[in-house]
């Protein structure tokens, strides 16, 4: 018998995260809340284990510990850590594990976080990185069953930071992304509104928490008294992806388009996937090559989810293909606007274009970020003016875009140096940086090359006179500072770089 959802009211977006979690366990405490390959968890044991280690946070941690860091592998700690760390009142940092070293060192000295939460599988690269085991290392695989079970009860406001989100930096240090609890409430409700989630949905969980696609899974999918199964590609792969769906009943589905067509390319014809209702994707192009494979290989109630939406803005457009939809070949628009998102396209003064026009995508709303953290250089520049409490802020994406005569958006590309490889949001620029600070490197140039319908980084390197470089030195070094993501999938030695007419590289 399906369960009776618990609406998600306009009203709760000023309420707070954890409220509505607390919410949802006192509403359905016995349906499943987690589930992975090793266990599973239903609502009331969440939120028992979430408030142990709240607890154990705020036993450690002190009054100046605002931010606490996550660094887990991608089961269900990183979910219960998230929601711990809001009870506890402070603000999460997601760390990625396929993140080199030093990366993850720049993140936690940005981010001033004093306190990691991570687990045996990471608690010895910790180590490595200078940070001791011991006062400000929680080990999740090691924490106390006597710790106390019950709330904490800390009283939270919505402009209260509660996440700060890292994305590529164009100057070889990444950008904090912060997050207030109103603009996660309100993507939230977004979503829920979007797809009519309710406690009878089964939701995968593919994105890592680090992607601001990780904690909206996350959220949408327990903020409503549904399932959450965390799938770990890198471990599983694609049959793992497809078991999963098929053995578990799958409703609703979530990556990026470049895993789900090699999902439906490879394991397609042995598994089952007519208990899916809803396939979002997201983080690149959507293509009317992907409509067809939706109405070929699950059913015909299964609609298509396509959004557009950054770190800094979450969701700000979506369009929405059923069966019925007709589509045009090429890439899918992005759609329709989104409840207190405001969207134009503005021209290199600023100035508002007309239906047709191609220029910068705007987005104007009080549900947005709050700029970068301890970086208000950077935000003044992106963030014209910044949100307050009571005020609306503007951001200014680099996205290219058009609205047409009916009001359906397209996305054109980038107009900066930022691109998109496999759903991950990459700076030209410090990919170029990291090439450049590799010893004997005169200059560099990262370019994306579009190949069979996906896009490829390439690196482009002239050595310094009289230096011998190899490809795979120039890899190894790249590895060591960067997420295998942004090291080139090719590189090229050169003499010399062309230049144009003005002198500039071409």
């Known amino acids: 018998?399906?369960?009776?959802?618990?609406?998600?009211?306009?009203?709760?977006?000023?309420?707070?995260?954890?409220?509505?979690?607390?919410?949802?366990?006192?509403?359905?405490?016995?349906?499943?809340?987690?589930?992975?390959?090793?266990?599973?968890?239903?609502?009331?044991?969440?939120?028992?284990?979430?408030?142990?280690?709240?607890?154990?946070?705020?036993?450690?941690?002190?009054?100046?510990?605002?931010?606490?860091?996550?660094?887990?592998?991608?089961?269900?700690?990183?979910?219960?850590?998230?929601?711990?760390?809001?009870?506890?009142?402070?603000?999460?940092?997601?760390?990625?594990?396929?993140?080199?070293?030093?990366?993850?060192?720049?993140?936690?000295?940005?981010?001033?976080?004093?306190?990691?939460?991570?687990?045996?599988?990471?608690?010895?690269?910790?180590?490595?990185?200078?940070?001791?085991?011991?006062?400000?290392?929680?080990?999740?695989?090691?924490?106390?069953?006597?710790?106390?079970?019950?709330?904490?009860?800390?009283?939270?406001?919505?402009?209260?930071?509660?996440?700060?989100?890292?994305?590529?930096?164009?100057?070889?240090?990444?950008?904090?992304?912060?997050?207030?609890?109103?603009?996660?409430?309100?993507?939230?409700?977004?979503?829920?509104?979007?797809?009519?989630?309710?406690?009878?949905?089964?939701?995968?969980?593919?994105?890592?928490?680090?992607?601001?696609?990780?904690?909206?899974?996350?959220?949408?999918?327990?903020?409503?008294?549904?399932?959450?199964?965390?799938?770990?590609?890198?471990?599983?792969?694609?049959?793992?992806?497809?078991?999963?769906?098929?053995?578990?009943?799958i409703t609703i589905y979530h990556s990026v388009p470049t895993i789900f067509r090699r999902l439906i390319e490879e394991e397609a014809g042995g598994q089952d996937y007519s208990s899916v209702r809803i396939i979002h994707l997201g983080g690149e192009p959507v293509y009317a090559g992907d409509v067809r494979l939706i109405r070929k290989y699950f059913s015909k109630d299964c609609i298509l989810l396509n959004n557009l939406g950054s770190t800094e803005v979450p969701t700000y457009r979506r369009h929405i293909v059923s069966q019925e939809t007709k589509v045009e070949q090429g890439n899918l628009p992005v759609g329709n606007p989104v409840s207190d998102k405001k969207v134009t396209i503005v021209g290199g003064n600023g100035e508002e274009l007309k239906p047709g026009e191609v220029g910068e995508i705007v987005i104007e709303s009080k549900y947005m970020s709050w700029g970068y953290f301890n970086d208000p250089e950077r935000s003044s520049k992106s963030y014209r003016p910044l949100p307050t409490a009571n005020l609306a802020g503007r951001f200014f994406s680099g996205d290219i875009g058009m609205i047409d005569e009916q009001g359906v958006m397209k996305f054109l590309g980038r107009k900066d140096y930022q691109v998109k490889i496999f759903g991950n949001r990459v700076e030209l620029g410090e990919v170029e940086a990291n090439m450049l600070s590799i010893d004997g490197v005169h200059q560099a140039v990262a370019l994306v090359k579009q190949i069979a319908g996906e896009y490829i980084l390439m690196g482009y390197i002239v050595p310094s006179k009289g230096k011998i470089l190899t490809i795979e030195e120039i890899r190894q070094e790249m590895l060591k500072k960067l997420p295998s993501f942004m090291v080139p999938k090719q590189f090229l030695i050169m003499e010399s770089f062309p230049y144009t007419q003005t002198n500039k590289i071409d």
Request: charged share 25%; aromatic share 6%; hydrophobic share 40%.
């Open 1 to 249: 018998m399906p369960i009776v959802p618990l609406p998600f009211s306009r009203e709760e977006i000023d309420t707070s995260i954890v409220d509505r979690f607390e919410k949802i366990v006192s509403t359905y405490p016995k349906s499943l809340a987690i589930k992975t390959a090793r266990d599973k968890f239903t609502f009331l044991d969440l939120n028992q284990r979430v408030n142990q280690l709240a607890f154990k946070i705020l036993e450690l941690g002190e009054k100046a510990d605002n931010t606490v860091a996550i660094f887990l592998s991608h089961n269900e700690f990183p979910i219960i850590a998230m929601m711990s760390i809001l009870k506890a009142g402070k603000a999460f940092v997601p760390l990625n594990s396929s993140s080199p070293d030093e990366r993850i060192k720049k993140i936690l000295r940005s981010s001033r976080s004093e306190m990691v939460i991570t687990d045996n599988r990471f608690i010895k690269r910790l180590s490595k990185l200078g940070l001791k085991n011991g006062k400000k290392i929680i080990n999740m695989d090691l924490l106390s069953d006597e710790l106390p079970d019950n709330n904490p009860g800390i009283q939270t406001n919505p402009e209260d930071l509660v996440a700060i989100i890292y994305t590529s930096g164009s100057t070889g240090v990444p950008k904090g992304v912060m997050h207030v609890q109103k603009t996660i409430m309100h993507n939230t409700w977004v979503q829920t509104d979007s797809l009519k989630i309710d406690p009878n949905d089964r939701h995968t969980l593919i994105p890592h928490l680090s992607y601001v696609a990780g904690s909206t899974d996350i959220l949408r999918t327990l903020l409503n008294g549904a399932s959450l199964f965390p799938i770990d590609f890198l471990d599983v792969g694609l049959n793992g992806i497809g078991r999963t769906i098929q053995n578990e009943k």
